[in-house]
């Protein structure tokens, strides 16, 4: 029988829903974690999501736990909500994936003040909010993990997207000064993707084909990544014990070129 690495303890994802939430999700409930399942809108898919890991055989799912919790997590009152429904169910909060974000193209000189506060709130008002309540938890507990999803667009400049790549160099930099801040009790992390592909994702953006296209002939992996490769650093950095403040890069050596 396989080992399961996080038996007995408990996950949050934000924007569990769909995609890289969704991957991440099932590879953490295929670990042994019980998971908490937040989603915004997506009801149905997160419900899905549920029933999935607590179906014994099925892809990702070992017969486990998992709720869907709505909340929309760059508001502090409906993120208090998420929390406590997450006390109430489990009782503990070993990890917190803060995953929940959007991704969408605008020229600098046409970004309108809410295109700005949009991105900042989803991408980065949000990770310090679930982790601003994450960590009494986890700090009266003795220990937690906390990892950020951030993006290669937080350390390489994309001019057609400045809000995108200022909020997530923003979401790196939160993780470096709150694994310093939470230690030693909590391990702060992030994982920052490269171009991530899904068959049922519209892109919302006319070149997003060419910069795919562009991205896989340049890359030395020659490919796009997928929901499992991000997933396999989130479990990675959910067991390791001395690893903080730390970004992985998941991006086929997109970094390198």
Known sequence: ???????????????????????????????????????????AEAEALV?????????????GRAIAVKADVSKRADVEKLFAAT?????????????AGIFF??????????QWDRILNTNLRSHFLCSQAAAPI?????????????????LLAWPSYTHYCVSKAGVIMLTKCLARSLAPEIL??????????????P????????????????????????GDDVAGAVAYLATAEFVTGQVIVVDGGRTLV
Not at 13 to 35: D, P
Not at 53 to 60: L, Y
Not at 188 to 201: E, K, L, W, Y
Request: charged share 25%.
């Open 1 to 43: 029988m396989a080992v399961r690495t996080l038996e007995g303890q408990v996950a949050l994802v934000t924007g569990a829903a769909k995609r890289v939430g969704r991957s991440i999700a099932l590879r953490l409930a295929a670990e042994g974690a019980a998971v908490v399942a937040n989603y915004a809108t997506s009801n």
């Open 51 to 63: 029933r999935e890991i607590e179906a014994p055989g099925q892809a990702g799912g070992a017969g």
């Open 87 to 99: 006390q109430r169910e489990f009782g503990r909060l070993d990890i917190l994936v803060n995953n």
């Open 105 to 114: 193209p605008a020229r600098f000189e046409e970004i309108t003040d809410e």
């Open 138 to 154: 986890m700090k009266r507990q003795g220990r937690g993990k906390i990892i950020n999803i951030s993006s290669l667009g937080g």
């Open 188 to 201: 702060v992390n992030s994982v920052a993707p490269g171009t991530i592909h899904f068959p049922d994702q």
């Open 203 to 226: 892109s919302g953006d006319p070149m997003h084909d060419v910069w795919a296209e562009d991205y896989i002939r340049r890359v030395p992996l020659h490919r796009t990544g997928t």
